[in-house]
């Protein structure tokens, strides 16, 4: 079964940039689309953005827009997300997640398989 695993979260002031990384083990990787979701204290999961297999088609939350870029590597089993001009209402635990290539989504509801999860804190 294929797994999921999110590194790169950490504790960043507001206008910084962090890169998160999602690794992905035990199938094969090129089969799914791939997102990033996010989750506040208190709050449900949101959408963040999502991946084609391929690389090829890129979808956001319109607040990400402009500041986060997700990417892949499908030769490194590997999903990204950067993320620029941080703010602190981006503070969450954010998780990769995968479905099988049949189509972008954005609902928790359409994915699989989901990573553990990384936390982001943006200090003001």
């Known amino acids: 079964q294929v797994q999921f695993v999110e590194s790169g979260g950490g504790l960043v002031q507001a206008g910084g940039s962090l890169r998160l990384s999602c690794a992905a083990s035990g199938g094969t990787f090129s089969n799914y689309n791939m997102g990033w979701f996010r989750q506040a204290p208190g709050k449900e999961r949101e959408f963040v953005a999502t991946?084609?297999?391929?690389?090829?088609?890129?979808y956001y939350a319109s607040s990400m827009k402009g500041r986060f870029t997700i990417s892949r590597d499908n030769a490194k089993n590997m999903v990204y997300l950067q993320m620029n001009s941080l703010k602190p209402e981006d503070t969450a635990v954010y998780y990769c997640?995968?479905?099988?290539?049949?189509?972008?989504?954005?609902?928790?509801?359409?994915?699989?398989?989901w990573g553990q999860g990384t936390q982001v804190t943006v200090s003001s």
């Open positions: 997640a995968a479905r099988p290539n049949y189509g972008l989504a954005i609902d928790t509801d359409d994915y699989n398989y």
């Open positions: 991946i084609s297999w391929s690389g090829k088609t890129t």
